[in-house]
């Protein structure tokens, strides 16, 4: 009778967790139904890093020295142009397959930002009432679009902010140091980590200030924190800043331009970045509307006008430095560092918005709690999680765009007919990219002379735009784009710029003789072929052939130059 009535004392504890689970398998869904027929993000993801990370896999080189040479984008590149193996989500990579590691890397964000909200939370001390309210509210945070190579820095942030408060008061835990540990070894410093390193560093030193106590330990431990970084950043740091044979590309780099300019408050806590946190612009409404209410009803939470009053700080500290050109403003300091972008400090705002709402709502007793949070999930998931969002827009097209899944954009079938028929010399060829990303090429095993890179020698931009520059005087910005930018060291045209989403639903004209220094393409780099997304009108090459499979988002022609 005693366990019978524990099993039913224990099953209302249990329910808010099952429903937790629900939501995880909802978040998932379009994976377990689709498979590789699933929507996932292109910009920042499959035109990049999936690509990086299957030619690691495929050549074994996931764990290579710093120097071995990887074959692939711009030919052959040394390894430490690429993100560091000694990362949880590259080790997903190399231990899975491939498709199953990305699945895994999603969920392991998903469940990660749950309980590291829960962490952060139960360090409040706000009353909850009941397990269900808590855990709807971290819920809230797991949901939210994150981005799936930078995001976990930002998922398991609130855990690391709560560990740096324990720390403070004296009160940490042998678990302080293993969430430190593996947040280190799981986020990336240069995408994301550093810029909320820096910003806990200027917390901790301004709590010194005005509590006239050096807080030695936790600064010991944000140095740890760092080191830990560092350590498995080996490679990169080695390549880059010690080895004299080596010059970036990034030593001509400026964000002082383009989009990432004139750039106003509002734009970066509206609906966050899709390269960061992607979420609905009703939070910042709904975090405004609380404020407003619980000041009204004199019951306003000091702590929820603090996050409030960062995130508007924070906002408009990036826009003054967006809009007066100062974001590469590091570089003018050391000029090794002018590749950081201090606009990603924006990286912050979804946390101080969450941690602003709950702490208004909880003055009001989470007033509604029952219908809005249930709203906002489906929000998050359904509207704001690419896969969910795109899939259900092939249904009912509500959005005036349509997009590749993860096998109609790397093609592989398509790529197998090309190899086949390139079967007498694979290998050796060289290809160039017109309006078709590189990585689509790369990712199954081709080499490109062109390449979507961090890191990468200066001496091969160079020779690109010795081949490009006529045509990119046609069109300043673009122009701006591959010297100012040029971490997508693309062969641009002036007609489609910079527009590599020419999938063949799209039926546009033909490119038109692009203005390229075609013998220093043939003679100097010794390129073989072209692959295509669209006819090309030009007599300074032949069509061999096209591809076409049904299940590819491309169709491929095939040029040989003359």
């Known amino acids: 009778m005693t366990v019978v009535a524990n099993l039913k004392s224990s099953r209302p504890k249990l329910i808010p967790y099952l429903f937790a689970a629900i939501i995880f398998i909802a978040m998932l869904l379009p994976y377990l139904i689709f498979g590789e027929d699933v929507y996932l993000p292109v910009t920042d993801n499959m035109d ?113 902010v709560q560990v740096f408060v324990l720390l403070l008061r004296k009160k940490e835990t042998t678990a302080s140091l293993m969430i430190l540990i593996g947040y280190a070894i799981y986020s990336m410093l240069s995408l994301a980590a550093l810029y909320l390193l820096l910003g806990i560093l ?153 941690a602003s709402i709950v702490y208004f709502w909880a003055k009001l007793h989470f007033l509604g709690y029952r219908v809005l949070i249930p709203l906002f999930l489906c929000v998050n998931i359904f509207l704001y999680q690419y896969e969910w969002r795109y899939t259900i827009n092939s249904y009912i097209h509500v959005l005036d765009q349509k997009v590749p899944t993860y096998s109609s954009y790397f093609a592989e079938t398509q790529f197998e007919e090309l190899k086949v028929f390139l079967a007498d010399e694979q290998g050796q060829e060289r290809f160039i990219n017109f309006n078709i990303p590189p990585a689509v090429a790369t990712f199954n095993g081709l080499q490109t002379y062109d390449g979507y890179l961090q890191v990468y020698a ?3 931009k160079e020779k690109v735009y010795q081949v490009i520059q006529h045509e990119l005087e046609k069109d300043q910005s673009l122009k701006a784009h591959f010297l100012d930018w040029g971490n997508k060291c693309y062969f641009q045209n002036a007609q489609y710029p910079d527009d590599y989403f020419m999938y063949k639903w799209r039926n546009e004209s033909p490119l038109m003789e692009p203005d390229y220094d075609y013998d220093y393409l043939k003679e100097e780099l010794e390129v073989d072929y072209i692959l295509s997304a669209l006819p090309v009108e030009s007599d300074k090459m032949s069509l061999v052939k096209v591809f076409e499979n049904e299940s590819s988002a491309w169709r491929i022609h095939l040029y040989e130059l003359k």
């Open 48 to 160: 990049s890093n999936l690509a990086w990370y299957k030619m690691l896999k495929d050549q074994g080189k996931v764990f290579s020295s710093w120097n071995t040479p990887v074959q692939g984008m711009l030919l052959e590149l040394p390894r430490f142009s690429y993100p560091s193996g000694f990362n949880i989500e590259l080790l997903l990579f190399a231990l899975f397959p491939f498709f199953k590691a990305y699945i895994i890397n999603k969920a392991l964000i998903c469940i990660i930002a749950f309980f590291s909200f829960r962490f952060w939370l139960r360090g409040q001390k706000l009353i909850f009432g009941d397990n269900t309210l808590e855990v709807l509210i971290c819920l809230l945070w797991a949901s939210l679009a994150f981005y799936p190579h930078r995001g976990i820095s930002i998922a398991a942030l609130p855990a690391v």
């Open 202 to 354: 200027f917390w901790l030193l301004v709590v010194c200030f005005l509590e006239r106590k050096f807080h030695l330990k936790a600064i010991l431990f944000w140095c740890f924190l760092l080191i830990f970084f560092l350590v498995q950043e080996i490679h990169l740091i080695k390549g880059y800043f010690f080895n004299p044979s080596f010059i970036s590309h990034r030593t001509e780099f400026t964000y002082d331009f383009g989009i990432w300019t004139q750039q106003y408050p509002w734009v970066f806590f509206g609906s966050g970045d899709q390269n960061g946190v992607h979420y609905s612009p009703i939070y910042i409404i709904f975090m405004l509307c609380l404020g407003i209410y619980a000041w009204y009803k004199k019951s306003a939470s000091r702590k929820g006008f603090l996050f409030l009053a960062l995130l508007l700080l924070i906002s408009c500290l990036l826009s003054l430095v967006s809009l007066t050109g100062s974001i590469t403003i590091m570089g003018k300091l050391i000029p090794e560092l002018g590749s950081l972008n201090v606009l990603r400090f924006e990286y912050w705002i979804p946390f101080l918005m969450m």
């Open 458 to 460: 200066k001496s091969h």
